[in-house]
């Protein structure tokens, strides 16, 4: 099960540049959130700092509080800590080159020390049916290298990898969008399988994907959530006009 | 809460709240301590490169006290060699090392910066690869292995064939006379051109495809022919790094040992003849530091080394930080 | 009719051909620089080849010189002694040498100290091997007041270190910054994401670098005059003088002995293979890091 998130007064510096202006909102358990918002408003960096890979930055700055489940992630936590209980999907899928479609799935708990060699295959099969990809590589496990396969491939082997863990919470920085049709299409339909084990943060600046995927979307402009309502609500009936100019197309 | 989307439920029951794998990674530690000590050793590690630095000039000025105190600094105008009698003066070997790398960088700067040119702007392109392949070997050939080839093939060819020449039309100039056994200072400059040629034209040629192709099109398209647009376009901006990789060639020359001691005759005295028979800095090490029998003789030769680090600092320093300024930000293709 | 006055353009007609020639007449000089320069590599390694294939026996790897006079013998305590530096020098070098490169790739990226430590190691590179020597002389020989096989190793090593710190941290550079993320957003501790995934990845790179270094310090004679200073029997021991391949070649070739000469150039040429094979797998294997890099 995946746990709620609530953020408050979220700020957030590339030096001295201020990126994030004040986000507070609730990200529900169990449930796809969709962020939305033209290119440089933010809503990666929002979506980074909730698994703290925004300070791998030495410049970056984070001030506010992440409260995911009962805990603040950025009080006293180390941040190692966090992002085992925080998965992450790239925008350009990134597996690791040098090792096999087994390997990649694996790496988040062997490399972290766990050695039940039994156990591991079955987790890695599992991860790879989550992700829709173990009918087409099942016979190629160990033999094929995780940057052999196609692009579509390749982001459900890291989504796998991501989802190895076993995290409470999986970030999705625009997933789909260096893939072709098809495979975003099968991605999108991951999404739906998987929300109801966990927590779904999605950013994507493709509108219908957010309607198609999310129960609850927020619009980003500028370093600020502007809106934050249920998907239906934000494009049938947005509050406020900037989300009405950008839903429309004016700008963006 | 109203649904754009039905949540379908997975196939699978969801998993517990505390599945094994999440107990197990919550038991890991976040290994902060083990980070801190791995970054540590890390910059220890890099800080290392300073303290060869430092290692080589403590224990050159240290092993070189006897012969700093005795002579000072008119050690470096002198033009005595005698160990028997304990009488030091660097001059000849500076002497030495200053002609013969100059003479390297007269013939090796054209003939390499030609190369560049060619292989950079002019050469087919099917034989880009292995000409440049064929410079890179050129580089990587040992100075003791370009010393025996200048030994049984150049010197007999300069004695037999250049030398006379050289005599019988520029005698008169009296940078060529005297005995012509082939070897000394002329012999020195040639294997040393021979030795620097590759890496001066590697770095014309690495700050030469730095320069940005709009700088050919715009002189192409100003009616330029292909030389005017190769001196004009790319030659033009490239002439900082270029002058940065002479230099670097310099350097180069000034602190090659084998190949020069192996042909430059190992007398020390100064000629204007280029053909008469002179040492190097390197060379004078390289050939008497072994047998160097007592503390001043061995301390003067650590002092010429020690001259020889100082000046090849230098010159490297300013070399790199010309090629630096030119290449910086612009990626480095491969050749 | 304008027949008598001057058509337009006539002057830049004229000079536009003294142009065009000068442009052609550059391009011959291009030529002729590069068959110079291409000149001497085919002929050292032609004349090697001739001189040196012949004497590439079994005897030559296998048996120490004889005594001058006698015809025969081989380099084989050379070609041991070089082995035994090469491996004390690597020892040194590559560890230090791959752990700069990190610092500078993965630690202080940007930093003024590591752009320093970047300068030094390419000025360092252009320090004439003879000091390096002197250096450790002073340092273990004097001290120890004998020439032995380890000292010629710390010599070797540390000249393999700025060599190898430059190209490990070039080949890290390559590795593209995503799998440093995706290694990050696992979970994974800085020291296992570099260890475990950044260096795997520049393996191949990094590998080939300190072949590089290696192949380029197994010919160098000079550090090894004073330090290692060579040895006319078998030596394995680490303190004693030990003979030295480039030290051998160098010996034997200033002497005047014909015999001796001839193995000079075997010598060379077992050292100039080792060479080429080293510069070309290099390019080959720096050929395909890039492709990884970007796949």
């Not at chain 1, 370093?223 to 934050?228: P, S």
């Not at chain 2, 439920?9 to 197990?24: H, N």
């Not at chain 3, 550079?173 to 475990?196: C, K």
């Amino acid at each position: 099960m995946g746990v709620g998130i609530e953020v408050t007064g979220l700020n957030a510096w590339y030096g001295s540049t201020h990126t994030l202006h004040d986000i507070g909102l609730h990200i529900a358990a169990n449930r796809a959130t969709a962020l939305i918002g033209p290119s440089g408003c933010g809503k990666s960096t929002f979506v980074r700092c909730l698994n703290r890979m925004h300070e791998t930055n030495p410049i970056a700055r984070v001030t506010g509080s992440v409260k995911m489940g009962d805990i603040d992630i950025y009080s006293g936590i180390s941040p190692v800590a966090i992002r085992r209980r925080v998965g992450m999907v790239f925008q350009r899928p990134n597996p690791f080159p040098t090792m096999s479609i087994y390997d990649n799935v694996a790496s988040g708990l062997r490399l972290n020390g766990y050695r039940n060699r039994r156990s591991l295959d079955e987790i890695v099969e599992h991860s790879l049916k989550q992700a829709a990809l173990f009918d087409e590589v099942k016979d190629d496990l160990k033999k094929k290298s995780g940057a052999s396969l196609s692009g579509g491939q390749q982001q459900r082997l890291c989504i796998a990898r991501a989802l190895a863990v076993d995290p409470e919470v999986l970030l999705m920085d625009e997933p789909a969008s260096a893939l072709d049709p098809i495979s975003t299409s099968k991605i999108e339909d991951l999404i739906f399988q998987l929300k109801s084990q966990y927590t779904i943060v999605i950013v994507t600046h493709n509108m219908q994907q957010a309607a198609r995927v999310a129960e609850e979307t927020g619009f980003f402009l500028n370093g600020k959530l502007v809106e934050f309502a249920a998907t239906t609500k934000i494009f049938t009936n947005p509050s406020d006009k900037r989300t009405e100019d950008y839903i429309t197309g004016r700008f963006g | 809460m109203p649904h754009a989307v039905s949540a379908e439920g997975g196939s699978e029951p969801p998993s517990p709240f505390l599945s094994p794998i999440r107990i197990f990674l919550n038991s890991r530690g976040d290994a902060a301590l083990t980070d801190r000590v791995f970054a540590g050793l890390m910059l220890l590690s890099a800080l290392s490169i300073f303290a060869i630095v430092i290692f080589i000039l403590r224990q050159l000025i240290g092993s070189s006290q006897l012969s700093l105190h005795a002579f000072g600094w008119h050690f470096f105008f002198r033009s005595a060699w005698d160990p028997v009698s304990g009488d030091f003066g660097a001059l000849p070997f500076i002497y030495g090392t200053v002609v013969s790398s100059l003479l390297a960088l007269i013939i090796a700067v054209p003939l390499a910066v030609g190369t560049a040119v060619f292989i950079t702007e002019m050469c087919p392109r099917f034989l880009r690869q292995p000409l440049s392949f064929l410079t890179e070997l050129l580089a990587a050939i040992p100075s003791v292995v370009y010393g025996l080839w200048a030994i049984f093939v150049l010197l007999p060819l300069l004695r037999d064939r250049v030398n006379p020449v050289l005599i019988k039309t520029l005698g008169w100039t009296g940078f060529f006379s005297g005995y012509n056994l082939g070897n000394g200072m002329l012999a020195a400059g040639v294997i040393l051109a021979i030795m620097i040629l590759p890496l001066i034209s590697s770095i014309t040629r690495e700050v030469m495809t730095a320069v940005p192709s709009n700088q050919r099109e715009a002189a192409l398209a100003l009616g330029a022919t292909r030389w005017e647009m190769i001196r004009v376009g790319v030659l033009r901006n490239a002439r900082i790094g270029i002058v940065g990789g002479v230099i670097l060639g310099l350097g180069r020359a000034l602190g090659e040992t084998m190949a020069v001691a192996m042909v430059i005759g190992n007398t020390p005295h100064i000629s204007k003849s280029l053909l008469d028979s002179g040492y190097s800095m390197a060379s004078v090490i390289a050939n008497e530091f072994a047998e160097a029998s007592d503390d001043m003789y061995r301390s003067a030769l650590i002092e010429i080394g020690l001259a020889l680090f100082i000046v090849t600092i230098l010159v490297n320093g300013l070399a790199r930080l010309l090629v630096w300024a030119v290449t910086r930000g612009a990626p480095a293709r491969a050749h | 009719m304008a027949s008598t006055a001057p058509r337009p353009y006539q002057n830049e007609d004229r000079r536009r051909g003294l142009r065009i020639f000068q442009s052609h007449f550059v391009t011959g000089l291009a030529v002729l620089a590069t068959v110079l320069v291409v000149a001497p590599l085919v002929a050292i390694f032609g004349y090697l080849l001739f001189k040196g294939a012949s004497s590439l026996t079994w005897a030559f790897f296998t048996q120490i010189p004889k005594p001058v006079g006698e015809v025969g013998g081989g380099m084989g305590n050379a070609i041991l002694g070089s082995g035994i530096i090469l491996g004390i020098g690597s020892v040194i070098g590559v560890p230090i040498g791959i752990a700069a490169g990190i610092y500078l790739a993965e630690f202080g990226r940007g930093t003024k100290l590591a752009n320093a430590v970047r300068f030094t190691a390419d000025v360092l590179n252009g320090v004439p091997s003879i000091v390096v020597g002197m250096s450790v002389y002073a340092l273990i020989v004097m001290r120890e007041k004998h020439f032995s096989a380890w000292s010629g190793g710390v010599a070797l090593g540390i000249m393999m270190i700025p060599t190898i710190t430059r190209t490990t941290e070039e080949m890290l550079l390559l590795v593209p910054h995503p799998i440093r993320e995706a290694a990050l957003g696992l979970g994974l501790p800085n020291w296992r994401s570099v260890l475990s995934i950044t260096l795997p990845t520049a393996s191949a790179g990094i590998i080939t670098g300190c072949m590089l270094a290696f192949a380029r310090v197994a010919g160098e004679t000079a550090p090894l005059i004073f330090t290692a200073f060579g040895n006319a029997f078998w030596s394995h021991r680490l303190d004693q003088p030990i003979a030295a391949l480039p030290l051998q070649i160098y010996i034997y070739a200033i002497s005047p002995y014909d015999d001796w000469h001839r193995l000079a150039w075997a010598g060379a040429l077992v050292l100039i293979v080792l060479i080429v094979i080293s510069v070309a797998l290099v390019r080959y294997a720096a050929g395909r890091a890039v492709l990884k890099g970007a796949g």
